[in-house]
């Protein structure tokens, strides 16, 4: 999936600017699908609007500069229905946790310890959101679908990371690792 798909799929929703597609994009309930920034979010708008996808109008704001607020078009509804038609990207999944975690062993023990605890609070902060997503508002079926699967998905990290982070604390060092001598 691209950003352009990605616009198309929040617009199908409700209408919303560049900036509110941004937001949900980074924080909010898509932001498990494709990473858009704004550098790509609003040439795919303007291209959308260009292909008669999207429409836009601008929205005069008291005391702010007017905002340009877009919607989908019923052919940005077809379009949005096809490209889901086509097959599938492969999962992109990165982290710079997992990076840490490789290189655990070159690093002193009390730093491991304190990053996996983190990295455990921030996954069960996670699962939490996912679970009062689902308390919080009506969902359709595929979205408490989707999010249970979430739910899933980190409940499997928090349970390895409870089961295994001594592992990982066990390989670092035992002491902290000594500065380089020019220094």
């Known amino acids: 999936m691209n950003v352009r798909t990605l616009c198309l799929s929040i617009l199908y929703e409700g209408e919303a600017t560049g900036y509110e597609i941004r937001r949900l994009s980074v924080e909010g309930e898509s ?74 062993h070159l690093l002193p023990c009390e730093l491991v310890r ?11 902060e996670k699962k939490k959101r996912l679970i009062d997503l689902l308390e919080e508002r009506t969902t359709s079926a595929s979205d408490a679908w989707v999010i249970s699967y979430g739910r899933a998905i980190m409940a499997v990290a928090e349970q390895h990371m409870r089961t295994h982070m001594h592992e990982l604390i066990t390989l670092a060092r035992s002491e902290p690792a000594k500065k380089d001598a020019a220094e």
Not at 69 to 92: C, K, M, N, Q, W
Not at 114 to 124: A, G, V, Y
């Open 114 to 124: 304190s990053r996996l605890e983190d990295q455990l609070n921030k996954t069960i």
């Open 31 to 104: 932001s498990y699908f494709v990473e858009a920034s704004y550098g790509s979010i609003y040439p795919a708008l303007a291209k959308l609007e260009d292909d008669g996808l999207v429409s836009s109008r601008i929205e005069p704001q008291d005391g702010k500069p007017a905002r340009k607020v877009y919607s989908i078009t019923d052919a940005g509804r077809e379009e949005f229905v096809a490209a889901l038609h086509e097959p599938l990207a492969e999962e992109v999944f990165r982290s710079p946790f997992l990076l840490f975690a490789r290189f655990a």
